[in-house]
């Protein structure tokens, strides 16, 4: 089997949403070698993590304040069956429709599957000014392909509601049916395959409605015919 990592993971300096409440991810070394007091070359780390910057996992906590919070989501929704969805040639501020799906995985989609969204955007445009303002997006019709398709989860390498849209209705309508959401997912131009094997597990944390997740594709897996 082949591997291909599909997370945009962390880094020092990485851009974060141009809004004053959104914490900027940092790395702080609270020992060095240099700083050791037991002089035996020691290296410690603190993160500070955001739980919706980098790939992430979103449950329906996230929507819906009464709903199960990510640890309580079972694991085998976060490792399975899943279908690549090739929408590349969506340009920016292009939605993505119920007919895109359709077109680009309906003859091998199977229910239950999980669904990864490519339009190669964050590859493409990650770091610019205005990466959130100009990304192909989900429409509400796609969100509702995914629910009567019965999806187990939703992953995505553009942005999930249209950029002036507040009322956000496509991660109502998925967390609402219990769909996770994987965003910020990136590099699917290296998966060559349409049905592929997906690991894609968040970090355990209790109570709350995100984490960082690292997510890996599997090709070359037997189930995938």
């Known amino acids: 089997m082949r591997i291909v990592d599909i997370t945009h993971g962390y880094y020092h300096g990485m851009p974060s949403y141009p809004a004053a409440w959104y914490p900027r991810f940092a790395i702080h070394e609270v020992m060095t070698p240099a700083t050791d007091p037991a002089d035996t070359g ?3 780390t603190r993160l500070e993590l955001f739980a919706h910057n980098a790939t992430h996992i979103e449950s329906a906590r996230h929507f819906y304040r009464d709903r199960e919070t990510l640890d309580r989501v079972p694991l085998e929704v976060f490792i399975g069956r899943a279908c690549v969805a090739d929408l590349s040639h969506k ?3 292009e939605p993505v429709t119920d007919e895109d799906l359709q077109k680009a995985v309906g003859d091998v989609w199977q229910p239950g ?9 964050l590859r493409d445009h990650w770091g610019r000014q205005d990466y959130w303002d100009r990304p192909p997006y989900l429409t509400p ?14 992953g995505i390498d553009c942005l999930t509601e ?10 109502r309508r998925l967390l609402d049916a219990g769909i996770p959401i994987l965003e910020y997912i990136t590099d ?7 049905v592929v094997y997906l690991v894609a597990l968040p ?5 709350v409605e995100a984490a960082p997740a690292r997510a890996v ?6 189930g995938a015919a």
């Open 91 to 93: 340009q920016p501020c």
């Open 203 to 207: 970090t355990k944390v209790s109570g």
């Open 42 to 44: 020691r290296t410690f």
């Open 217 to 222: 594709v599997f090709e070359g897996w037997q």
């Open 188 to 194: 699917l131009h290296n998966v060559q395959q349409r």
């Open 162 to 171: 249209r950029p002036d849209d507040s009322t956000s209705p496509v991660h």
């Open 113 to 121: 599957d999980r669904l990864l969204v490519r339009t190669d955007y």
């Open 141 to 154: 019709s796609s969100a509702d392909w995914a629910v009567e398709h019965n999806a187990a989860l939703v």
